[in-house]
């Protein structure tokens, strides 16, 4: 009985040892790995780089028809957040797309920005991530300051918000993110 126990318990602290805290508004962000494009693993430390002021971390599947629609819109956005020390990085979720299929698919849109695998889904269970996009932007402190979609309606339309890039313009002028959270579109 007394050996069960231990072994119970033992147990128990390695799930919790591996669960890492889910993300929160206004909190930083536990470190995660992901891996690269070769399978080698990368750590959220390792996907800033010196003067980022804002990391935009997006769960992204190259076969949903909602990142399909949006592709246009996000490259227009981290370029236009690029100049401004803002770095993108798409983070894949789904297993059944190969590092290859990845790889041609950043050439074929001709994306410049960071693709990774997540293939055992543990950054997107830790971000409470459900759908593909979801977008999520950290501070220079690695502090979740808004997660949810990238805008609702169409540019230069009445109703147009784009909830994403007004986050960004918050944490760079360092002013609090009005809506903070959206439901994301996938």
Do not use: H
Request: proline fraction near 3%; hydrophobic fraction near 40%.
């Amino acid at each position: 009985m007394l050996r069960a126990a231990t072994l119970a318990l033992a147990f128990a602290g390695t799930l919790l040892a591996e669960n890492t805290p889910q993300v929160q508004i206004d909190q930083e962000v536990a470190s995660f790995a992901v891996s690269d494009l070769d399978g080698n693993a990368v750590e959220l430390s390792d996907l800033y780089q010196e003067g980022d002021k804002a990391l935009v971390v997006v769960f992204w599947s190259t076969t949903c028809p909602i990142c399909t629609a949006q592709l246009g819109r996000l490259k227009a956005t981290a370029e236009a957040y690029a100049e401004k020390e803002v770095r993108f990085v798409l983070v894949n979720p789904n297993p059944s797309e190969s590092a290859d299929d990845l790889s041609t698919y950043l050439d074929e849109k001709k994306l410049e920005i960071g693709f990774f695998r997540d293939e055992k889904k543990k950054a997107m269970k830790q971000f409470v991530a459900q759908v593909t996009p979801a977008y999520y932007v950290l501070d220079e402190e690695r502090v979740l300051r808004y997660m949810g979609m990238l805008e609702q309606g169409k540019q230069g339309k009445k109703g147009f918000a784009p909830f994403l890039a007004n986050a960004l313009d918050a944490v760079l002028d360092g002013r609090e993110v009005e809506q903070k959270s959206t439901q994301s579109s996938g």
